[in-house]
């Protein structure tokens, strides 16, 4: 009759080394395996940006993995820490996939949005109200290509005169866009000058765009705001820009101190 002696391997002795404590067995670092969990999980930062915290933490719960041994341990290589060193290499690299996609998704956009932009200011240098007016509509709302847009527009003011003088008010003023007026001033062929950078931004999830466009590089020039958004078709899958605002750019004046 044999008596079996205890086995000094306990689960206790293999998680206690993650706290620190002195161990006879292989140490076993979860924090790495935690740090992968959350690498993979930072890959979502390709599609969402904010998403790069989950890599910055994967990356810190790696280099806690990664920490020295106690010296008593002696060259003993803990459990866990291959893993941290593959969490780092994958936090990394969808950290930059998704700051390279991030920024290659704003230059592109910025370079619609500016090329858009100056042909809504050609079309509307060129004095045509009609098509300038197209152009700061959404594709649901414009018209069919094979509208004649001189035709119909001058039907609606006759209708509306016809309505006016019927209610007794008498003929009413044209309406007139200032913007489009300001615009015809100058020629079809000014070269606008870009007075800063294309502004991306979302505005409660819809693609937006801002170009300010300056007459010339003096010190105080007419300057036009364009506010654009980007728009997907439904249907067919094609995007396109249009001109949700446009006015003349003022500086917004701030005040140093509220009293």
């Not at 509307?124 to 509208?147: C, W």
């Not at 007026?181 to 801002?210: C, F, S, T």
Request: charged share 20%; net charge negative.
């Amino acid at each position: 009759m044999t008596t079996e002696s205890t086995s000094p391997r306990t689960l206790g002795a293999v998680m206690s080394s993650e706290a620190g404590f002195e161990s006879q067995d292989t140490p076993l670092r979860i924090s790495g395996f935690i740090a992968l969990i959350l690498a993979l999980v930072s890959g979502f930062a390709t599609v969402a940006l904010p998403m790069l915290a989950v890599g910055v933490l994967a990356i810190l719960f790696a280099m806690f993995a990664l920490r020295k041994t106690r010296p008593e341990l002696g060259e003993v290589t803990p459990v866990g820490t291959g893993v941290a060193r593959l969490a780092i290499i994958l936090a990394c690299f969808f950290g930059a996939c998704s700051i390279a996609r991030y920024g290659s998704k704003h230059q592109t956009l910025g370079a619609q949005a500016e090329y858009f932009a100056r042909q809504f200011v050609r079309v509307a240098s060129s004095g045509n109200q009609i098509y300038a007016n197209e152009l700061q509509k959404s594709y649901v709302n414009r018209y069919l290509k094979t509208m004649p847009l001189e035709l119909h527009y001058r039907n609606e003011k006759l209708k509306q005169k016809q309505e006016s003088e019927s209610m007794g008010m008498g003929s009413m003023p044209e309406e007139e866009d200032t913007t489009v007026a300001d615009l015809a001033k100058y020629p079809v062929d000014h070269d606008w000058v870009l007075w800063r950078p294309v502004r991306i931004y979302n505005h409660y999830g819809r693609q937006k765009a801002e170009v300010i466009l300056a007459a010339d590089e003096s010190e105080n020039p007419y300057r036009l705001r364009i506010e654009l958004e980007y728009l997907v078709h439904k249907d067919r899958g094609t995007s396109e820009w249009y001109v949700e605002v446009a006015t003349p750019y003022h500086e917004r004046l701030v005040a140093e101190s509220v009293l």
